[in-house]
């Protein structure tokens, strides 16, 4: 079972910026698309941006110019900057992993979620 967990939440100040790491952890073979999506409770969880193995890095509307996501693939780790940081990014922030596991599964992970919040 493929387990991720995340890091780098916190409070910060409108303007300000935060990183958030993910890694992937167990019997993984590959993974082919890593990402983070964001939930207010009550509400649907959305995309900000997902990066494939080798393909192009897609980013929400809303966070394109403002947030970067990388990976590095030594670490089976994800990575979300954060920069220019508003309120209306206060969410809880999820990462993704989907890839194959060494059993030849496919695999479909969620992490547990990072608070992030956003003072004016």
């Known amino acids: 079972q493929v387990q991720l967990v995340e890091s780098g939440g916190g409070l910060v100040q409108a303007g300000g910026s935060l990183r958030l790491s993910c890694a992937a952890s167990?019997?993984?073979?590959?993974?082919?698309?890593m990402g983070w999506y964001r939930q207010t409770p009550g509400d649907l969880r959305e995309l900000v941006a997902t990066?494939?193995?080798?393909?192009?890095?897609n980013y929400a509307d809303s966070v394109k110019g403002r947030f970067t996501i990388s990976r590095d693939n030594t670490k089976n780790t994800v990575y979300l900057q954060m920069n220019s940081l508003k309120p209306e990014d206060t969410r809880v922030y999820y990462c993704?992993?989907?890839?194959?596991?060494?059993?030849?599964?496919?695999?479909?992970?969620w992490g547990q979620g990072t608070q992030v919040t956003v003072a004016s």
């Open positions: 990066m494939p193995s080798g393909g192009n890095t």
């Open positions: 167990g019997s993984i073979r590959s993974i082919s698309t």
């Open positions: 993704r992993a989907v890839g194959v596991q060494g059993d030849y599964t496919r695999f479909n992970s």
